[in-house]
């Protein structure tokens, strides 16, 4: 079965903790990305990743870091620094970041989402 | 910033069709999506329609898309207790070698049997 896969489901951090979420795909896929939601409110892009060992920060990347030594695999780590880290987090892919051609454009960006994790602070 | 808007609520009884409404503000955008959301769940893609369409159907769900109103709506025909979830809206804008997609906040679809 191809797919994305995100552990744990639910996760508890205590004050001045670093925790790590994991992100693992076997889609074959380029580009990877996390998110976090809020009750009401819309996704946020916290980092992306396009390709391996490249990283580019989102619109809340400030307390969060990301390793992506692997295509497959693209973990992000909550640090102390992230004052208020409670939120559901959900990793993406899309195959592609960069458009070949017409034809193949929709397959290339869209977004596929893994189950998410819960982060609950203790 | 890109704003794409929803309303966070709609309830509808089993049978019934759904109306799910979304408004954006860049036109620029290349594909939009609708995902939905069960509880405790990742986004599950439900249906696309690029920019340069009207309308596209498929299945129970048909998707509707002025332009020039930058308005994006989502029927689902034969509403289920099954389809009740929350509706995300998303717009991609097309980045010098990155798509970034802007999503709206959500509509929590309640079906009443």
């Known amino acids: 079965d191809g797919g994305i896969t995100q552990s744990p489901k639910y996760l508890f951090r205590k004050e001045g903790q670093n925790v790590t979420l994991s992100c693992e795909q076997n889609l074959n896929h380029d580009a990877m990305y996390w998110y976090r939601q809020d009750p009401g409110q819309g996704l946020r892009l916290i980092y992306y990743?396009?390709?391996?060992?490249?990283?580019q920060k989102g619109d809340i990347a400030e307390g969060y870091s990301v390793s992506r030594e692997k295509k497959e695999s693209f973990p992000l780590t909550v640090t102390s620094a992230q004052k208020n880290p409670t939120a559901f987090y959900l990793c993406a892919s899309s195959p592609h970041r960069v458009r070949k051609n017409r034809a193949r454009f929709l397959d290339q960006e869209t977004q596929y989402f893994g189950p998410g994790t819960r982060l609950l602070v203790l | 910033g890109e704003d794409v808007e929803q309303s966070l609520f709609l309830s509808v009884r089993e049978g019934d069709s759904s109306v799910i409404n979304c408004t954006y503000t860049d036109s620029s955008s290349t594909y939009l999506y609708w995902y939905k959301q069960e509880p405790g769940a990742g986004l599950q893609l439900l249906t696309y329609i690029f920019s340069n369409m009207d309308m596209k159907q498929d299945q129970r769900l048909t998707v509707l898309l002025n332009k020039k109103d930058k308005h994006l709506s989502l029927r689902i025909a034969d509403t289920q207790t099954g389809d009740s979830a929350i509706y995300f809206c998303?717009?991609?804008?097309?980045?010098?070698?990155?798509?970034?997609?802007?999503f709206g906040s959500g509509t929590k679809l309640n079906v009443k049997p």
């Open positions: 998303a717009e991609s804008i097309r980045g010098y070698n990155f798509n970034k997609f802007y």
């Open positions: 990743s396009q390709i391996v060992n490249d990283f």
